[in-house]
């Protein structure tokens, strides 16, 4: 075996052991820290892809920028110290369920796909191009979807910071 492959599967691993850890942890400071493991470990996939932009934009966007704003949020509205209550057990069954079967779906519709080897080229990918697109305001720009999600983010947080700190009727 490569020695790429290797280190794909070492990080691959360490991704899915986050990612659960992320989603079983009942600490919620633990599970956003966690959660910055497990994005971190998409950047490195995307490093050994050599999309060094794409890499970039995953560590600063998400490892950076949103981790660091939910940890923000999760330090403003609770205590670090509370435990989250453990779900149901019907809720587990039918967690656990729904997420084999999108597994099941993800395979099947994996295995059954024609994937077609094309000798036509590919769309230019190249920083310069990328920039010029992420800057672009017109047909195919992102500058304005990206400030309508950005102002969204901003009012979800500023939302939930507003709901957990509202004092209930019986405090």
Same mark, same amino acid.
């Given at each position: 075996?490569?020695?790429?492959?290797?280190?794909?599967?070492?990080?691959?691993?360490?991704?899915?052991?986050?990612?659960?850890?992320?989603?079983?942890?009942?600490?919620?400071?633990?599970?956003?820290?966690?959660?910055?493991?497990?994005?971190?470990?998409?950047?490195?996939?995307?490093?050994?892809?050599?999309?060094?932009?794409?890499?970039?934009?995953?560590?600063?966007?998400?490892?950076?920028?949103?981790?660091?704003?939910?940890?923000?949020?999760?330090?403003?509205?609770?205590? &670090?110290?509370?435990? %989250?209550?453990?779900?149901?057990? +019907?809720?587990?069954? *039918?967690?656990?369920?729904? =997420?084999? @079967?999108?597994?099941?779906?993800?395979?099947?519709?994996?295995?059954?796909?024609?994937?077609?080897?094309?000798?036509?080229?590919?769309?230019?990918?190249?920083?310069?191009h990328i920039g010029e697109k992420l800057l672009s305001v017109g047909e195919?720009?992102?500058?304005?979807?990206?400030?309508? &999600?950005?102002?969204? %983010?901003?009012?979800?947080?500023? +939302?939930?910071?507003? *709901?957990?700190?509202?004092? =209930?009727? @019986?405090?």
């Open positions: 075996m490569a020695t790429s492959a290797i280190i794909f599967y070492i990080i691959a691993g360490v991704m899915i052991i986050f990612s659960l850890l992320a989603v079983t942890s009942r600490r919620i400071l633990r599970a956003a820290v966690y959660l910055l493991f497990a994005l971190a470990g998409t950047a490195a996939l995307y490093f050994m892809l050599d999309y060094h932009f794409l890499a970039a934009v995953q560590l600063i966007v998400y490892a950076g920028g949103i981790v660091v704003l939910i940890i923000f949020s999760i330090l403003l509205t609770t205590h &670090i110290n509370e435990k %989250l209550e453990k779900p149901a057990p +019907g809720k587990v069954f *039918i967690t656990s369920v729904l =997420t084999l @079967g999108g597994f099941v779906v993800t395979v099947y519709t994996l295995s059954q796909h024609n994937f077609i080897v094309s000798d036509t080229p590919q769309a230019e990918a190249t920083v310069n195919g720009g992102y500058v304005l979807p990206f400030e309508v &999600i950005s102002i969204l %983010l901003l009012a979800a947080m500023v +939302g939930a910071i507003v *709901i957990a700190k509202r004092k =209930t009727s @019986g405090s």
